[in-house]
């Protein structure tokens, strides 16, 4: 007999919530941000429509169905189950935050601070949950398949990401690895401070502002197409690392091959810096489009 469908509520802890654990009362919160010319009003207003919008949602959840809650730092510790159903409530960063776990369970994004999220993956109002809740189980439901980016390690690590992975070095030195097509033998040596490989979702963010700083000529890809961007960042020409292969686009099938020539190198995706992929000198990893993909119902 199959389960009922799980409703988890994704969401992520207030700024006032986070002042609070820090300074211990809303009192002590209030002067830390008068201090700094800052009201603690807008901070409260921001908080209540955030747990308003968790509460009204939470309500929008069909009485038979199962429902959890999991906190976005808790996210790598969470064990989604195939028949779940994920509602983000919050940022569209936080929709970001959670793919990577997600494995092509629908997504249903909530909006929780109309006009202050640009709305690209949270497009709806907290009032549209319970409609959307069944669109997301219906059979045919309306659904956009966004594309994903994946990075796997010749040790069998993989790191899947919506909008970009970097590759780089854990601090502020220099990164050093070769890089090249993996359909070619031939890689160029190269020193950076990194490589980022990003998805048309991701063009609204990070990858963007590469592309706008190259002025590149290679045209952004939207999200549901199924072609990744990548660049090299501040590569540094010398007698023994080159500049030739610093941008460039992957289709399906194609994939990009980086060989680590640093002592320890880091890979990871979306912001998530606790959950990253480490790699040591002589290790290789493959960067490519992922064959899961977000599915956020629309």
Do not use: C
Not at 151 to 177: F, K, M, S, W
Not at 240 to 259: F, K, M, P, W
């Amino acid at each position: 007999m199959s389960l009922a469908p799980r409703a988890v509520l994704v969401h992520r802890t207030t700024e006032y919530e986070e002042l609070l654990a820090r300074h211990g009362t809303h009192g002590q919160a209030a002067f830390f941000l008068s201090s700094r010319g800052r009201s603690i009003e807008e901070v409260t207003r921001r908080h209540r429509r955030t747990r308003q919008a968790l509460a009204d949602v939470a309500a929008a959840v069909p009485l038979q169905w199962r429902r959890s809650q999991v906190e976005r730092a808790d996210l790598d510790r969470f064990l989604f189950g195939p028949e779940d159903v994920v509602v983000v409530v919050g940022q569209d960063g936080l929709v970001a935050n959670a793919a990577k776990y997600l494995a092509d369970r629908p997504v249903v994004g909530i909006d929780t601070d109309p006009g202050r999220n640009p709305g690209v993956l949270v497009r709806h109002r907290p009032g549209d949950a319970a409609a959307l809740l069944r669109a997301a189980v219906a059979p045919g439901g309306a659904v956009e398949e966004l594309t994903m980016v994946e990075a796997v390690a010749d040790d069998t690590q993989r790191l899947l990401a919506l909008n970009e992975i970097y590759l780089g070095p854990p601090g502020h030195q220099t990164a050093r690895y070769r890089i090249g097509p993996d359909t070619s033998a031939t890689a160029e040596a190269q020193a950076s401070s990194g490589v980022l490989v990003g998805t048309g979702t991701g063009a609204t963010g990070w990858l963007r502002s590469l592309w706008q700083e190259r002025r590149s000529e290679l045209r952004l890809p939207a999200p549901t197409d199924p072609r990744l961007l990548w660049f090299v960042r501040e590569a540094w020409p010398s007698p023994a690392t080159g500049t030739s292969l610093v941008a460039g686009e992957l289709g399906h099938g194609q994939g990009l091959r980086l060989t680590v020539e640093s002592d320890r190198m880091v890979v990871f995706g979306d912001g998530m810096e606790t959950d990253a992929l480490e790699l040591a000198w002589g290790q290789t990893v493959r960067l490519g489009i992922s064959a899961a993909s977000l599915r956020l119902v629309v």
